[in-house]
């Protein structure tokens, strides 16, 4: 059975960060698509359908789908979702995704330096009424396919830290990464802007990949 996995990166980063995990599922045969988008350029309305079309479109002929993506990869995911439906989608790893939106937003959005870095998908992560994850949260009642969500619980930046809930990965609080309707939920010991390299995280992708559930 020919399955496909299509990984997304999250925000003001490229596809390069994924390379670890990519190399890792395609040495497990599968058809891996480490796709890259324009993160800090456009909305995630734009981005969503941009990404997530280009990267549908090399796996026609799989006959299961799955997704791993990084941080606001997962939001990314989402959006698209709760427009057009994936044909033969099964499982989606999420790392670190701010599903529930970051306080950090909320705090430095009004910032001319943070709104340049990150964007107008960034702007749009915080954790109020106008957030991107809200708007999902409105019209989603749980996913429908296997959801395996791996957050962090180590930051190497106090600053940041301190404006997000105990514990977090230093960009996301591990309270935020959980979703309604996923099958699974593990808090590891590594940082937000890593963890997509490090060699527990990528085992523990695997293992939800091919099991349905985590190690």
Aim: charged letters at 15%; hydrophobic letters at 40%.
């Amino acid at each position: 059975m020919k399955q496909a996995v299509i990984i997304l990166h999250g925000l003001a980063r490229t596809s390069r960060a994924m390379n670890a995990m990519a190399k890792a599922i395609k040495n497990q045969g599968y058809h891996c698509i480490n796709q890259g988008y324009p993160s800090t350029k456009m909305s995630v309305e734009v981005l969503a359908p941009l990404a997530i079309d280009a990267a549908l479109k090399q796996c026609s002929d799989a006959e299961r789908i799955h997704f791993v993506t990084h941080s606001m990869g997962g939001i990314l995911l989402r959006q698209y979702l709760s427009q057009t439906p994936i044909d033969k989608l099964t499982r989606v790893v999420m790392l670190g995704p701010p599903n529930q939106g970051c306080e950090i937003v909320d705090r430095l959005k009004s910032w001319p330096l943070f709104r340049w870095y990150n964007g107008p998908a960034g702007l749009q992560l915080g954790t109020d009424e106008l957030s991107i994850v809200k708007r999902l949260a409105a019209i989603e009642e749980g996913v429908n396919y296997e959801l395996g969500v791996i957050a962090g619980s180590r930051s190497y930046n106090p600053l940041l830290s301190s404006m997000l809930p105990s514990p977090s990965d230093g960009k996301v609080s591990v309270a935020s990464t959980e979703l309604i309707g996923m099958k699974a939920h593990i808090c590891l010991p590594v940082s937000h802007t890593f963890m997509m390299s490090n060699k527990q995280v990528i085992a523990q992708t695997l293992y939800f990949l091919q099991q349905g559930r985590f190690d």
